[in-house]
């Protein structure tokens, strides 16, 4: 029976192994595509590279057309902090307002707002674009940072809505018999307990930033202003002949920011995904 129950678990593992190594099998080729020429690196089936061309990295570090790689890098960075930032902030104060508070027409609010998450980005996107065009905001980093600033969403606000009303209420009313009022309660009681679910919000939108490619591609249209996926774009050129190899090097690059902080964060991030699912 034991010795069943062990070929059992070990075949279970195997199984597990091969779908990880199939899911992962494309980053994996990317790797080893990174560190190969460019003429040999859709001909070989292999992972392994045969020939390793360490160059591919410092080429593309170097950038194109004389703007360096690290550029795009602190473009993401600058774009993806901002919007980390707001959400976190307007996303938990709009959560606070529908979990804790009492208003007029909030159940109508917290309907059309989830009513949002269903609402496609293409549909506003053309109404979107003519404001910040108005604005004069066009071809810089505020239409991909300003709107997480004003709680736009909803997504986030529900996750943060489910995980604030897991909190006991007592907690809001001891706080309210020491004096402290709605902005102290938010602050220091709150937010301290959500921290899973603001880790949560941080990932999400840090990643869904970083890999934007669309909305980065109506927004800016100088090069120097140009994000990571933007800047992969420029090694491809279809009429004359693309750098691949330097291309996937700085692929390679470009992962290393979301694993990290993935990595760092996992812990919460899970507990934040358990909770806010099962409390509401």
Known sequence: MAETLRKTVWLKHLAIMLIAFVML?????????????NNVIFTEIGIWPQQWQWSNYLAGWSGIQGNPFSRFLGNSMIVSIGAVLGNVLSCSMAAYAFARLSFRFKAAAFGLMLLTIMLPHHVTLIPQYILFNQLGWVNSFLPLIAPK??????????LTVQFIRGLPKELDEAATIDGCGLIQIYWRIVL??????????????????WDDFFSQLIYLSDVTKFTVPLGLRLFLDSS????????????????????????????????????SGIKG
Do not use: H, N, R
């Open 149 to 158: 600033w004003l709680a736009t969403d909803g997504f986030f606000i529900f």
């Open 25 to 37: 099998y494309p980053v994996l080729w990317m790797v080893g595509s990174s560190f190969k020429p």
């Open 240 to 275: 004359s002949q693309s750098d691949w190899g330097p291309m996937f090097a700085m692929s390679v690059l470009s992962l290393l920011p979301c694993f990290i902080i993935f990595i760092i964060c996992q812990k919460y991030f899970v507990e934040g995904i358990a909770t």
């Open 192 to 209: 301290p307990l959500a921290v899973p679910a603001l880790i949560t919000t941080t990932i999400f939108t840090f990643l869904w930033t």
